[in-house]
């Protein structure tokens, strides 16, 4: 059986808690199940992490890039919050690990302030799902499946 890895950057463990009219009711642990449950669907393993330090997500994101070399991993679902407008390192990190990355925001980025509206991450992202809700999480992990 093959894996997938979820990554939530900073204040995503406050989900559920305020600006649920932003983010929705659904807390950090109601999201990891989620993924969990649909990775039991999809026939994979899927590992749910969280982290409030940009260095933390780089030492994942690289090690993510080595198991996918390995053929353990299929990529990684990535919300990276606000480091998302803010960091290169992340960007350099998933260019440099060769890691296949899903990019992920519960919002829809867009439509709300204008430093929200400018990713790092888009243009090495294999994909981007914004504004659908935590259920974006399902659908990406959907789309590491295909191909
Ligand atoms: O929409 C998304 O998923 C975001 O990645 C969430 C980030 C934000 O900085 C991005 O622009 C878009 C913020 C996550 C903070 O989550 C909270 C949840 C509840 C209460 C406070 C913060």
Known sequence: MT????LNGPNLNLLG???PGVYGAATLADVERLCVTTGAELGIDVECRQSNL??????????????????????VVLNAGAYTH????????????????????????????EFRQHSYLSAVAAGVIVGLGVNGYPLALRALTLS
């Open 54 to 75: 940009e260095g933390e997500l780089v030492g994942w994101l690289q090690e993510a890039g080595a198991r996918q070399a390995a053929g353990e991993l299929l990529g």
């Open 3 to 6: 894996a997938a890895l979820v």
């Open 17 to 19: 808690s305020r600006e």
């Open 86 to 113: 803010t960091s290169i390192a992340l960007r350099d990190a998933v260019v440099g690990a060769g890691v296949r990355v899903i990019e992920l925001h519960i919002s829809n980025v867009h439509a709300r302030e």
